[in-house]
């Protein structure tokens, strides 16, 4: 256990909807990444928030969005769902500059249908 | 850009040691990984090596990396079946925090 939680476990949504992820961070960690990670796939960064506040992104478009709220838990946003963006979502938190550090959840695996 | 390559697919025999191979592109990489998925879970980081060292060991499993040929092994002595899962190789660099992941190689193990 890394005391890094995701909710919900699993989700089932239409494509257009609109989903929420949830993420709350290991103690003591200010820092939360995002990562997709497609069926027999590595995970892909989306972003990361530090301070409420995005800092660095990856390759996703805008309407992947996210939250960071004052006591370090997260969430994630997706409007518009695709059926590619069905996939495993994992955070991972951290203290910042110190991705050795880099606690994972268990994910939220999502399926667009 | 930054790109990690490491094989599919690996079937070891219990008891054997299986070893993972993987390169990465990124000569700014400041960390290397090796992370641990079980089917269902997340990710477990199992040990990372920085990249001026060449060796790390920690119990059974021993990192050894060629920063000149960018290649990183992960060396798993006596594999056991708890051992079965998939591997992943990751770098970071300085820049910021980002983790940059391989697709993973699904060990098997053979009894």
């Known amino acids: 256990e890394t005391g890094v939680t995701q909710s919900p476990t699993h989700l089932i949504k239409t494509r257009g909807q609109q989903v929420t992820l949830r993420c709350s961070s290991q103690?003591?960690?200010?820092?939360v990444s995002w990562y997709q990670q497609a069926l027999g796939q590595g995970p892909q960064f989306i972003f990361q928030?530090?301070?409420?506040?995005?800092?660095g992104r990856g390759n996703f478009p805008p309407r992947f969005s996210g939250l960071q709220f004052p006591n370090y838990s997260s969430e994630l946003n997706v409007n518009a769902l695709e059926l590619d963006d069905s996939a495993l979502y994992l955070c991972?938190?951290?203290?910042?500059?110190?991705?050795?550090?880099?606690?994972f959840g268990q994910g939220t695996r999502l399926t667009v249908v | 850009g930054e790109d990690v390559e490491q094989s599919l697919f690996l079937s070891v025999r219990e008891g054997d040691s299986s070893v993972i191979n993987c390169t990465y592109t990124?000569?700014?990489?400041?960390?290397l990984y090796w992370y641990k998925q079980e089917p269902g879970a997340g990710l477990q980081l199992l040990t990372y090596?920085?990249?001026?060292?060449d060796m790390k060991q920690d119990q059974r499993l021993t990192v050894l990396l060629n920063k000149k040929d960018k290649h990183l092994s992960l060396r798993i002595a006596d594999t056991q079946t708890g051992d079965s899962a998939i591997y992943f190789c990751?770098?970071?660099?300085?820049?910021?925090?980002?983790?940059?992941f391989g697709k993973g190689t699904r060990l098997h193990i053979l009894p």
């Open positions: 991972a938190s951290s203290t910042t500059g110190s991705s050795t550090e880099a606690f």
């Open positions: 103690s003591g960690h200010n820092t």
């Open positions: 928030y530090y301070r409420e506040e995005e800092n």
């Open positions: 990124d000569s700014s990489s400041t960390y």
């Open positions: 090596i920085f990249s001026n060292m």
């Open positions: 990751a770098e970071s660099s300085n820049r910021d925090d980002k983790i940059i």
